[in-house]
């Protein structure tokens, strides 16, 4: 089992910044990728950002609306993933899910919420204009 508990949501204006953190326990030591998914008021939910480990390299993986804006890092001393924001923009208000990708069944696109194991309980980041 992994726990996923995000925090650093909030209001901001266009333009600004925001860091999102997630914090995992439990089994995450072989944890294959992570993401954050977001999910706008009566929208579907999805996909932002997300890093893949794979023999010793790590591959990124960015929607179109948030590239060059959004980055992702880790703290693996922490068991901590981070989600960057810059410019935000308005469109961007939604509340943002974290979740894990642990080896095993995969599809792998990892651009696809179905291929996530653990989610947290998502933090809600809403943009002013």
């Known amino acids: 089992q992994v726990q996923l508990v995000e925090s650093g949501g909030g209001l901001v204006q266009a333009g600004g910044s925001l860091r999102l953190s997630c914090a995992a326990s439990?089994?995450?030591?072989?944890?294959?990728?992570m993401a954050w998914f977001r999910q706008a008021p009566g929208k579907e939910r999805e996909f932002v950002i997300a890093?893949?480990?794979?023999?010793?390299?790590?591959?990124?993986y960015y929607a179109d609306s948030v590239k060059g804006r959004f980055t992702i890092s880790t703290d693996n001393a922490k068991n901590t993933v981070y989600l960057q924001m810059n410019s935000l923009k308005p469109e961007d208000t939604a509340v943002y899910y974290c979740?894990?990708?642990?080896?095993?069944?995969?599809?792998?696109?990892?651009?696809?919420?179905?291929?996530?194991?653990?989610w947290g309980q998502g933090t809600q980041v809403t943009v002013s204009s």
């Open positions: 979740a894990a990708d642990l080896p095993g069944s995969s599809s792998g696109n990892y651009r696809l919420s179905r291929e996530y194991d653990y």
């Open positions: 439990g089994r995450t030591f072989n944890t294959n990728a």
């Open positions: 890093i893949r480990w794979s023999v010793g390299n790590v591959y990124y």
